[in-house]
């Protein structure tokens, strides 16, 4: 059973920064491409940011809105990818899920990241 699970968000002020996590089980981890996906209220999901298995080397690639400012990162051993989150915005505020890429896993819970202003 593929499982994935968020952990991370909170609530922050503009410019402040969290750090996501998302813990996989049920793959072969290393092989899979994965990314972090978010959905706000009235919005569509849309890919943040995503980070390639070993087969692609690892490449990454981020949503021109939060170049600069996220990072996604993969630890293959401990079946984890994060996003480091800076110089938070107001419309960076939504549910974040992590998923393969494209997304092929039932979506977990996600985390709620709200930032105030």
């Known amino acids: 059973q593929v499982q994935l699970v968020e952990s991370g968000g909170g609530m922050v002020q503009v410019g402040g920064s969290l750090t996501l996590s998302c813990a996989a089980a049920?793959?072969?981890?290393?092989?899979?491409?994965m990314a972090w996906y978010r959905q706000a209220p009235g919005k569509q999901r849309e890919l943040v940011a995503d980070i390639a298995g070993i087969v692609n080397d690892g490449r990454i690639n981020y949503q021109d809105s939060v170049k600069g400012r996220f990072t996604i990162s993969r630890d293959n051993a401990k079946n984890t990818v994060s996003l480091q989150m800076n110089d938070l915005k107001p419309e960076d505020s939504a549910v974040y899920y992590c998923?393969?890429?494209?997304?092929?896993?039932?979506w977990g819970q996600g985390t709620q990241v709200t930032v105030s202003s």
């Open positions: 998923n393969s890429n494209p997304s092929r896993i039932d």
């Open positions: 049920g793959m072969i981890f290393k092989l899979v491409d």
